[in-house]
DNA sequence: GCAATGATTGACAGTCACTGACACTTCCGG
DNA sequence: CCGGAAGTGTCAGTGACTGTCAATCATTGC
């Protein structure tokens, strides 16, 4: 019954990005596999079930910063204008991403986060599946404001292509700066579907 | 030092299917994650431990299958004409799983094992590594095609991009025989990348 | 100021996936 | 008959996660 966010709900976030930070730093230091709840619990300084009060899993400490990340995407989606073709309001829908390569500090710690991801098989996992959830939620999106006009399987496909090209530009460009939003300009301008209107 | 397919290997095969037939047939009646391997260890008859000896986790009883799709996949690939639009070689490639489709003892078994993927969202992680892997392997074999006139990061994005229409078109018709293909057909002629050779 | 109330926590026990170590059997070539 | 190689069961242990319960702490109503 309260607004949505309330103060309790406010001092939760705080223990959670407390958590997210010492075990971030855990992980870069010794690995995400290496690292047991146990650790990072007694390194905040609390149980290790408090610890999974504020996380459900130990994967979502990594993965959580990404739930928001989908969020914005889909509102970013969402302000295009409707008479846009799809696939050039997905590319402005990513420029998020691009935006956020843009700042020295984010980056960094987005670098981080994929470093740990990419070492752990399970991590990995995890995380592509939270991408799934992501573009389905981006197809929602789109659906919606596309009407009945479109083909729903053509849409879903075409939010996937464009998953595909983000992420194909930017696992290059970790640790390379500037070279990212052009080459998802390129990427997405080869891949361009042919009868997009 | 043994030839590829030794006498032990068909051995292990063996053992192997029918651990997953009981596996999968106890997926399908309780559920992947209220299915303990003690209990699929003691159907078959052996100890966890030697359950562990087939396969190394629970999760690849369900995906070992998806690991031999993988390999034909790549070599249907490898066997399309080098001036071939990629785009059309990959089309040529999916011909495999619309085959498989055709074939009404293998769909059935394709969608309860499907099925058993998509009510597990820890198998279905696994899952989607296995086919971010799967994609590696194609992208690799189409680079090695192409020499070096195409750009990697494109290649890698338009099997990214081949895979989204797959899984569109795959996801409504785990039920339905035929349309599949000519669904596949239509979704990949509507995201066919402009600047195809 | 105080008691009732609800949220937060730690401690503990238990489940389950998975691993390493070791002892035992079987089978096969010498 | 003996040697080792391969396959197996048993046991103990780790680590992620869950349920439960009792203690604590803050809030609210009086």
Do not use: N
């Not at 935006?99 to 990995?124: T, Y």
């Not at 197809?139 to 479109?150: F, H, I, P, S, Y």
């Not at 939010?159 to 080459?183: K, N, Q, R, T």
């Amino acid at each position: 019954m309260t607004a949505g966010t309330s103060l309790r709900e406010v001092s939760r976030r705080a223990v959670q990005s407390r958590i997210a930070r010492t075990a971030e730093s855990l992980f870069s230091a010794k690995g995400f596999e290496e690292t047991t709840v146990d650790e990072i619990a007694a390194a905040v300084g609390m149980s290790q079930r408090s610890f999974f009060r504020y996380f459900s899993s130990k994967d979502e400490v990594v993965l959580d910063s990404l739930e928001r990340l989908g969020e914005d995407l889909a509102s970013r989606l969402a302000e295009r204008p409707s008479g846009e073709p799809e696939w050039d309001s997905l590319r402005r829908a990513f420029d998020l991403v691009v935006e956020r390569f843009g700042d020295p500090v984010s980056r960094e710690h987005d670098a981080a986060i994929q470093r740990i991801i990419d070492r752990s098989p399970r991590l990995l996992a995890s995380y592509l599946c939270r991408l799934e959830h992501l573009q389905r939620m981006l197809t929602e999106a789109l659906t919606a404001r596309a009407g009945d006009g479109a083909d729903p399987v053509v849409l879903r496909a075409m939010v996937g292509a464009a998953f595909a090209c983000l992420h194909a530009s930017a696992f290059p460009h970790i640790d390379e700066p500037d070279a990212f939003g052009p080459c998802l300009d390129r990427t997405m301008a080869a891949l361009r579907p042919v009868d997009c209107r």
